[in-house]
C-alpha cells in the first residue's frame, strides 16, 4: 500500500488516534471533507477508479483502527453516493428497489463503472455539500423531536455524558417540566458533567451511582441514552453501563430510546462482540489505583469502555429522520451502504 498517495487518511488516522479529534461528529465530518479533496483533486477519470481510491482509505483505516467505525461507515456511504451519482448520469438509475426486484435481479445486469463521465464530478460534490449539510443538521433534527417523546411530570435516566442526550433533554425542557436522574458512569464519572450542563438549562437533577440504577428505575417513566455505534443486528456498542441500564428497564418495563446519528449505522457484525477491541478497554489504574501496591499482584482488573446492548433490550432508534424500531436497521444499512461495499 502506498502511504504516500494516502497521507490524507493517515493523518486522520493519527488525529483519531491521538484524540486530536474525538467528538464523533467531528470525525464524521473530517471524514467528509477527507473525500470531498479526494474527488476535487484527486487522479481519477472514472467512477471505477475512485470508488478504488475509497476503498483503500477504508482498508487503511480498518487495519488501524478495528472499530474505528463512524470514518468507514461515511466511506461506505460516499461509495454508494458514488454508485448511485454515476448510473443517474448514464441514465441507467431505474425504479427505486422492491423486495421483488431485488429476488429477481440479473445476476449479468453489472454496471460497468469504467466508464468516463464529464458531469460525474460536479453532481458528487454537489451531493457531498448536501450531506455535509445533514450531518451538521443532525443533532438539532434529533433534539427537535425531545417535546414529541418527553411529556410534562415525566422522570427520564439516562448514564454518563453523552451531546446528543445533552442538547435532547435541553430541547425537550424549552416546552416541558421533568425530572432527570442521571448515573455517573465511573471511574471517569461523566455524568457530573451532564448533570452540572443540565442544571445550568433549570433543569430538575439527581445524580446517582451506578448502583443505584436498579433502586431508581420503579420511578422511572423513560430511559434516553447515546450510542457510539449501532450493529447490523440493532444492538449498540454504548458507554460503559449501558447494558446495566438497559436490563434494569426491561426489568421494570422502561422504555429505552436510543439517540443515533445515521453515521453510527454499522455493517458490523454481532460477531465483533467476542473481539476483545470491540469493548475498548482503559487503564485499571482508573479503579485500583497503583499506590495500593502489592495487593495489585492478586487483582485483575477489567475496566471496558463500551458496552454491548443487545436490540432486544431497545424499544427505539432515534435518528434525524425519525424513530425506528432496531429490526428495522437491516433496512437502513441497504439505504446507507452498498451490498457490495461490506
Excluded at 135 to 154: T, V
Amino acid at each position: 500500500m502506498d502511504l504516500e498517495r494516502l497521507s490524507d487518511v493517515m493523518q486522520l488516522i493519527s488525529d483519531i488516534k491521538h484524540k486530536v479529534i474525538c467528538n464523533p461528529h467531528d470525525v464524521a465530518v473530517k471524514t467528509e471533507e477527507l473525500l470531498e479533496a479526494l474527488i476535487s483533486n484527486g487522479n481519477w477519470t472514472s467512477a471505477m477508479q475512485l470508488m478504488e481510491l475509497i476503498r483503500m482509505r477504508i482498508k487503511c483505516i480498518a487495519q488501524s483502527l478495528p472499530m474505528g467505525g463512524i470514518a468507514t461507515n461515511i466511506m461506505r456511504h460516499i461509495l454508494k453516493i458514488v454508485r448511485d451519482e454515476f448510473e443517474l448520469a448514464s441514465e441507467k438509475k431505474g425504479e427505486s428497489n422492491s423486495l421483488h426486484q431485488i429476488v429477481r435481479a440479473d445476476s449479468t445486469d453489472v454496471v460497468d463503472y469504467s466508464e468516463s463521465l464529464s458531469s460525474l464530478k460536479a453532481a458528487l460534490l454537489k451531493h457531498l455539500s448536501e450531506y455535509k449539510s445533514e450531518l451538521e443538521s443532525s443533532a438539532d433534527n434529533i433534539a427537535a423531536q425531545a417535546p414529541e417523546l418527553i411529556h410534562n411530570n415525566e422522570t427520564i435516566l439516562t448514564i454518563g455524558m453523552s451531546e446528543k442526550v445533552e442538547m435532547f433533554l435541553k430541547s425537550a425542557a424549552k416546552s416541558r417540566k421533568f425530572n432527570v436522574v442521571v448515573a455517573e458512569a465511573a471511574p471517569l464519572c461523566k455524568g457530573h458533567d451532564l448533570a452540572a450542563s443540565l442544571v445550568e438549562s433549570k433543569i430538575k437533577v439527581t445524580v446517582v451511582s451506578d448502583a443505584a440504577i436498579f433502586a431508581m428505575m420503579s420511578r422511572v417513566n423513560k430511559v434516553v441514552i447515546g450510542t457510539q455505534m449501532v450493529l447490523g443486528n440493532g444492538g449498540l456498542r454504548a458507554q460503559s453501563g449501558s447494558h446495566t441500564v438497559a436490563l434494569c428497564a426491561r426489568h421494570f418495563a422502561v422504555p429505552v430510546f436510543v439517540l443515533c446519528h445515521m453515521y453510527e449505522f454499522s455493517t458490523v457484525s454481532q460477531g465483533s462482540v467476542d473481539d476483545a477491541t470491540f469493548y475498548e478497554y482503559a487503564s485499571p489504574a482508573e479503579i485500583l489505583p497503583l499506590s495500593l501496591g502489592p495487593m495489585l499482584n492478586d487483582v485483575t482488573v477489567i475496566n471496558p469502555r463500551f458496552d454491548y446492548v443487545p436490540p432486544e433490550l431497545i424499544s427505539l432508534l432515534i435518528t434525524h429522520q425519525g424513530g425506528n424500531s432496531p429490526s428495522y436497521v437491516y433496512r437502513l444499512l441497504s439505504e446507507l451502504y452498498h451490498p457490495d461495499d461490506y
